[in-house]
């Protein structure tokens, strides 16, 4: 599947898509099975129901697979038919996160990027019935899925508008009580990229499904170059355990060794996949630190 954002009201507003754009993407897309999920992943202001109401039709009409939304309250609109998928936005951490969406109507969740393999695994036994989505590659927040203020405080663009100002990549310096300066000018709330690819295998047992790359505000050779990568590395597994397929048709043609050390990165990590590690920031810099020598 392809996510991508709606004219308005994704997590990432200087990433929204025309419609035209989208119906013709959804044309191309379907001719190999492959589904189009819609982002409307921000939190909703009473007077933009209406409005977001009637986009969703048009998403409809034109053959979106499903919508990825964060705010509940457009549950309560006439909707169409159409599959929702509960967005890492929603902070979905806990087992009882996942059965309220499951009850709302929901068919998959993506789950907080904070989750151990273990939290998981008993999400997955506790509702069977839900399609379990995980990221497994890109940027990481300081804070939990979906539950940072700090942007909003600093500067009055909020995350959950689609307008993150990424306050947690700023220089910072470090104070103790007594008002010392411990550390001076370092990127104290910067956190490394996520990579789970060496981790495919031990998430499908889990039961997770749905693998999730961050591709939204890339530029297209670092979407080639991490797709390739995650495509060659799932197809590998697939050829040792045919109990797992994978739901698109046609076939992939690599002319090129994908290497996501190549692509933009602040240094990778596993997060909180076995438990909280302390090798998760990048002090430094926020920036890539390019492939390393």
Not at 104 to 126: D, N, P, W, Y
Not at 147 to 158: L, N, V
Request: aromatic share 10%; charged share 20%.
């Amino acid at each position: 599947a392809v996510y991508i954002g709606a004219p308005k009201f994704g997590a990432r507003a200087a990433a929204g898509n025309s419609l035209e754009d989208i119906t013709a993407l959804i044309a191309y897309a379907h001719l190999y099975h492959v589904r189009v999920y819609i982002t409307l992943n921000t939190l909703i202001n009473d007077n933009e129901l209406n409005e977001v109401e009637e986009m969703i039709w048009k998403l409809y009409r034109v053959k979106a697979d499903a919508l990825i939304i964060q705010d509940p309250g457009i549950t309560r609109l006439n909707l169409p038919p159409i599959p929702l998928h509960a967005s890492t936005q929603a902070d979905n951490r806990t087992v009882g996160k996942v059965i309220f969406w499951a009850q709302a109507g929901f068919c998959q969740v993506v789950l907080a990027r904070e989750l151990s393999l273990t939290e998981m695994e008993e999400i997955h036994k506790a509702c069977p019935s839900v399609t379990l989505e995980v990221f497994v590659h890109g940027a990481l927040c300081t804070s939990y899925s979906g539950q940072c203020y700090a942007g909003q405080a600093y500067s009055g663009r909020s995350a959950n508008r689609g307008e993150c100002p990424q306050f947690c990549r700023l220089p910072f310096h470090l104070i103790d009580a007594e008002g010392k300066t411990m550390i001076e000018n370092k990127h104290l709330l910067s956190l490394k990229d996520l990579n789970l690819s060496d981790e495919l295998e031990k998430l499908l047992n889990a039961g997770i499904s749905s693998f999730k790359i961050e591709g939204r505000l890339k530029d297209i050779s670092y979407v080639k170059n991490i797709t390739a990568f995650y495509r060659q590395k799932l197809d590998a597994i697939f050829m040792r355990h045919p109990e797992y397929h994978r739901s698109s048709s046609g076939a992939c043609k690599f002319f090129f060794t994908p290497q996501p050390d190549k692509s933009f990165n602040r240094g990778f990590t596993t997060y909180f996949l076995y438990k909280r590690s302390k090798d998760i920031y990048s002090f430094d810099t926020p920036k890539s630190l390019g492939e390393k020598m």
